[in-house]
T-cell receptor
């Protein structure tokens, strides 16, 4: 069964304390792995798409990496405004369907 | 602002009623997706349309239906509503690129069933 698992469920960091979020997946064929940020009561905000193992993408304090079994979202020197839920999602190689299957998210809190 | 517009933003209705949620995708995007997010279920895929045709179906209840119109906007119809249907309903849209696609989400429609 195709699955997406995120860890940890929740993470509290001090401002400036770097860390990583994990997304592991078991899918029969990966078309793409997506990272989103979601604030309470808001829609998921697109961050990155990774398509192949070894690929890396960066945006400000965030860097996403991909291996054949998992992805990491590295947060360098986080600020309180980085507090949010970070969602990982996979897109399967399945005909013409393009829907995303989401993990349950990591709730990040950055304390000043 | 993702460019995906959803209306209404908030909706309160009684059990047994029917509601329609509307979505306007980003300009040029042919695919529209509907997702449901509740506290205990996370983001669950409901259905995808591409240029007016149904392309993929998730765990969408028979009481729910959707369609995409020629102008590419989409509507999600929820009928015989139950308390458990209370959730955030998101629409998303995407365009196919040569090397993949990016899926952008709207701000959602809060549905409360009382």
């Amino acid at each position: 069964e195709d699955q997406v698992t995120q860890s940890p469920e929740a993470l509290r960091l001090q401002e400036g304390e770097s860390s990583s979020l994990n997304c592991s997946y078991t899918v029969s064929g990966l078309r793409g792995l997506f990272w989103y940020r979601q604030d309470p009561g808001k829609g998921p905000e697109f961050l990155f798409t990774l398509y192949s193992a070894g690929e890396e993408k960066e945006k400000e304090r965030l860097k996403a990496t991909l291996t054949k079994k998992e992805s990491f979202l590295h947060i360098t020197a986080p600020k309180p405004e980085d507090s949010a839920t970070y969602l990982c999602a996979v897109q399967f190689r399945s005909g013409s369907a393009r829907q995303l299957t989401f993990g349950s998210g990591t709730q990040l809190t950055v304390l000043p | 602002d993702s460019g995906v517009t959803q209306t209404p933003k908030h909706l309160i209705t009684a059990t047994g009623q029917r509601v329609t949620l509307r979505c306007s995708p980003r300009s040029g995007d042919l695919s529209v997706y509907w997702y449901q997010q509740s506290l205990d279920q996370g983001l669950q895929f409901l259905i995808q349309y591409y240029n007016g045709e149904e392309r993929a179906k998730g765990n969408i209840l028979e009481r729910f239906s959707a369609q995409q119109f020629p102008d590419l906007h989409s509507e999600l119809n929820l009928s015989s509503l139950e308390l458990g249907d209370s959730a955030l309903y998101f629409c998303a849209s995407s365009v196919e690129g040569r090397y993949g696609n990016t899926i952008y989400f709207g701000e959602g429609s809060w549905l409360t069933v009382v």
